[in-house]
Structure formats: C-alpha cells, structure tokens
C-alpha cells in the first residue's frame, strides 16, 4: 500500500475549501464596496476626466453603451479600494493558519497598514503620476494633430496605473511578512539590489498600459524606491535568520 492515503490528503483539500470561503467573503466585500460607489460613479467619471478637460480637450464616446459600462468599470475599481480592509482581513486568515502562534498579532496592523498603502499607491497614480503623464503625452499635439481621447481609453489608462500603483505600494508590507516568518533577510535583498532594479523596469514595462519609457520610469523609480524602504524594513522587523522551531512545534513535543 502506498504510504500516501485517503487521511493524508484531507488538510489539502480543506486548504482548498477554506481558499474558496476566502475568496467568495472576499467577493461579497468588493460587491459592497462596488454598490457604495456606484451611487458616485458619474461624479467620480467627471473626476477622472479633469486631467484632459483642463488642458482645453474633450473626452467622446464612440458607442452607445461605452459611457455606462465605463461609469461600471469606475464603480468596480473604486470598490476594490473601499473592499480593500475586509479583502486584505481574508488574505490574513487564509495565511494565519501557516503562521506561529506569536506571529499572529500582526492581523490588525497588516490590515491596517495593507490597507493604508493601497490606498496610497492609488492617491500617488492619481495626484502625482498620471496629470503629469497625461500631460506630457498630451504636449506632442498640434495644429495638424488633434488628439480625439474616447473616454473608455482615458479611464482605461488611469484605472490601470491606479491599480498598479496600488499593488506596487503592497511591497514594503509583502517584504516585510516575508522576513518575519525567515523566508528573506535584510542582507539578501542588499546584495540582489542590482536584480531589483532591474525587475523594476521589467515591471513597469509590463504593468503600465503605454509601451513608452517615460511612463515605465515613472514606475519603476517609486517600485525602487519602496524596495528600499522594504530592506529597511526587513531589518527594522525581520528575523536575519532561519525561522527557529519552538520547543511545543517540535516533532513529537
């Protein structure tokens, strides 16, 4: 017979069962986040369109339904971002489980913090990143070229950056998890240094919805800079070695 049996498979396929509880709690909080903004969805659309508007352009659509599925899109995105805590509180009790018992205070900060620099990567995309984006790729129109934006591409290109953004801003936090339960050391992330710049371009290469280098700087230079701040971190909270097992984790105490 073989040593693997019916018993040994259980906790997988209850690992399995509780990821889908996770992920259905996870769905029903974006489902309230997305019906809070629905209510706001046209004025939050008007919003997002004033880094073209102000510039002296309007946005058009190009088929009848384009403007509500947009006003829908919004709606889902910014829900995402209201979500954000009971999401981030789900991804928690799906890994608390793998975690030591003196590790599992850490609930209520990382969704707090988790929840604080997705909406700051967000607030960064929108305030900082993209005005300056848009108006730089806006500066190469003229008397013979008028841009003509539809709206579904401009709430396109901001809603992927602002989520992009949001995610990039989750690497500090992520570094930071990874070094408390050993996996990585301040030490090891200083000597990859070079091969975290490099990713970082490769990132925002593949994460910006334009294939032109400045808008791929502009992701890569924060990325870079939170990787940083993820070493400082790694040494401020990090373990700097091997996870130790305790005495009552031992086989057989």
Known sequence: MSRFSVDDKMPFMEHLGELRTRIMRSLFWL??????????????????????TKLGYKLVFTAPAEAFWVQMKVALIVGLFL???????????????????HERKYAIPFVLIGSV????GGAFSLFVVTPYAIAFLLSYARETLQPMITLE????FLLKFTLAFGAVFELPLVITLLARMGVVTAKQLSKNRKYAILGA?????????????????????????LYEVGIVCARIFGRGTAPVVQPSEAPGG
């Open 201 to 225: 371009f490769i990132a925002g290469a593949v994460l910006t919805p334009t294939p032109d280098a400045f808008n791929q700087t502009l992701m890569a230079g924060p990325l870079i800079l």
């Open 153 to 156: 591409n401009h709430i396109d």
């Open 31 to 52: 489902l309230g986040g997305t019906l809070v903004a629905l209510f706001r969805a046209e004025q939050i659309t008007d919003y997002l369109a004033r880094p073209v």
């Open 83 to 101: 979500a954000a805590p009971g999401i981030l509180w789900q991804v928690w009790a799906f890994i608390a489980p793998g975690l030591h018992q």
């Open 117 to 120: 620099m997705f909406l700051a």
